[in-house]
């Protein structure tokens, strides 16, 4: 599996990004999407997560300012994230594991892309 993001850059605090991820490569029909971002220094948190069935998951962090979404043929990842905070600069990283539910754990995600860097000013 081959991901690549997109999107990232710096903004200011209130302002909005949105993160791509094109997908190629799957060697089966079911699997889970996400996005993980890390700061350099601390440990990786799940921002979100979209499952084989369409069920999403969010970090409390940024419940009702990010949205994960796919492209019909889920060939495309997306992350559209709004009022941004300084606390959301990060590497992010989109992911996935096949399977119908997504990983419980960060480390159980065996694809990622290279990332794509978020910085927020205040």
């Known amino acids: 599996v081959q991901l690549k993001e997109s999107g990232g850059g710096s903004v200011q605090a209130g302002g909005s990004l949105r993160l791509s991820c094109e997908a190629s490569?799957?060697?089966?029909?079911?699997?889970?999407m996400g996005w993980i971002r890390q700061v350099p220094g601390k440990g990786r948190e799940e921002v979100a997560t979209?499952?084989?069935?369409?069920?999403?998951s969010y970090a409390e962090s940024v419940k009702g300012r990010f949205t994960i979404s796919q492209d019909n043929a889920r060939r495309t990842l997306y992350l559209e994230m709004n009022n941004l905070k300084p606390e959301d600069t990060a590497m992010y990283y989109c992911t996935t594991e096949y399977g119908t539910w997504c990983p419980k754990w960060v480390d159980e995600y065996d694809y990622w892309g290279q990332g794509t860097e978020v910085t927020v000013s205040s």
């Open positions: 490569g799957f060697a089966h029909n079911k699997f889970c």
């Open positions: 979209l499952a084989d069935d369409g069920s999403t």
